[in-house]
């Protein structure tokens, strides 16, 4: 191995790929006698040897991305974890999100293991992470991946890159553009957990039901009260939880609903994604 000779183009090549330091590309060449596939297959797996060794450790740092296409119809929103807010500041592992977010819109792939299972930049995507694990050293996940179609999508980024909303619209108009940003805010901000109560998942529902009736029950209400009790507090439940009941944050006066019918009385929401770190 003494014997090879490696030229700082290559080593610079390499981390250029892969984004690893300029040792551990320069080792990576030693140790594959200066062939630069068997480098590149080195440093992967090192990136696996080091995310076997982590993976009991939480990625709940990162950055989130939104990508919408030129016509506003289509928009996906990622989330790449990291262990450390240090990593997630860095200005590689952000591009990196970026194009991956571009690479999924591109793609719109079914799933996320679609997404991982696509060739991204000459390699599956899967093993991209496993090189940008080999050159961090700690945990990178790709673990979220939503997608949304509809006449109109917009998209909104929060907190310095920790949460991302997509959200369509029934009616194909650049005027709504701020209505939808408005209520992707909203989103972000209140974190409703469906469109409307009919996207509650019924089992939800029924602990929501038991919490009002022992509510009522510890308050001393007489059985015969509790169920409607509990429908009472479960249509607080679905103001709070809903996004088209929810309170509009900007005005406090309006509904969500109500607002967008100050907008068109035929302006709708098709659907929202919210994708959060942690």
């Not at 050159?135 to 929060?158: D, M, R, T, W």
Request: charge should be neutral.
């Amino acid at each position: 191995m003494s014997d090879i000779i490696i030229s700082a183009a290559d080593v610079k090549q390499l981390r250029d790929q892969t984004g690893a330091g300029m040792m551990d590309c320069k080792k990576a060449l030693v140790e594959a006698k200066g062939d630069f596939e068997k480098a590149v297959e080195y440093l992967r797996k090192k990136g696996q040897k080091v995310s076997d060794k982590r993976a009991d450790r939480e990625a709940n740092e990162g950055v989130v991305i939104a990508s919408l296409s030129d016509d506003n119809k289509r928009g996906v929103v990622i989330k790449l974890g990291s262990e450390t807010d240090f990593v997630a500041k860095n200005e590689n592992f952000i591009n990196l999100t970026q194009k991956i977010a571009e690479h999924a819109l591109k793609l719109w792939p079914a799933d996320l293991d679609q997404l991982l299972d696509s060739n991204f930049e000459g390699v599956v995507l899967r093993d991209k992470i496993l090189e940008t694990v080999a050159a961090i050293g700690e945990k990178i996940q790709l673990s979220n991946f939503e997608k949304v179609e509809a006449p109109l999508v917009v998209s909104y980024i929060h907190m310095g890159n920790k949460a991302g909303v997509l959200l369509g619209m029934n009616l194909d108009n650049d005027d709504f553009i701020e209505v939808g940003r408005n209520l992707a805010m909203q989103v972000a901000a209140m974190r409703p957990i469906s469109l409307d109560k009919d996207g509650i998942n019924s089992t939800i529902i029924e602990k929501e039901i038991e919490i009002g009736k022992e509510q009522a029950r510890r308050e001393g209400k007489p059985e015969a009260m509790l169920d409607k009790i509990a429908l009472g507090k479960l249509n607080k439940f679905y103001k709070e939880n809903t996004l088209l009941n929810q309170v509009y944050v900007k005005d406090g006066k309006l509904s969500v609903t109500e607002y967008l019918k100050s907008a068109n009385k035929d302006l709708k929401v098709t659907e929202f994604k919210h994708v959060k770190l942690g």
